[in-house]
């Protein structure tokens, strides 16, 4: 999150002392410069600032005051190594501002995991649309040096088990490593 803030995603830094973090119409995430007493001070200052969930590396900041983890998760990067290409079979569309309801209303109902009213914001998304009803999305988030990631692969329940996820990560990789970079989930 730190390298994203720093480079790519600059534009998108909110800075909070030694915190950056992504607006919270964005998305929940921050991190910290470094492993200070500071910095450390400066997270719990926003995290009670904004009266909303952060999400972190628990390493850096370590337990604040007078607040718990409400979820804590395993983390596994996934990074494209020989990339591939394959027709798509569906008609796949880019996403803008005008799709911003369908985008959110889509990602409440699959729950992807952090997603908020400007998420789509950060990068390309592409979605399927079927009787006009976006089915099934797919996009970038977090954008560092050399690596794209996708996120927000959902796919409406209803239509789950035809193709769409993998046919979108495949469409976004595709994009990534035509541009140079390294897709990664």
Known sequence: IWGAL?????DQAQRFGSVLAFPPDIGPFAAIESHSAQSK???EALLWHRKAPLMTHEADTGPVPGAAAETTVAGVQMTLTAPTTHACPFEVEELGNDDAGDILALASDTKPGPFERRTHTLGTFIGIRKDGALVAMAGQR????????ISAVCVAKAHRG???GAALVRQLSERICDSGDV???
């Open 6 to 10: 720093t480079t790519e995603l600059a």
């Open 41 to 43: 001070a400066d997270f």
């Open 142 to 149: 977090l954008k560092l040096p050399g690596y794209t990631e």
């Open 162 to 164: 035809q193709g769409f």
């Open 183 to 185: 897709p990664f989930l």
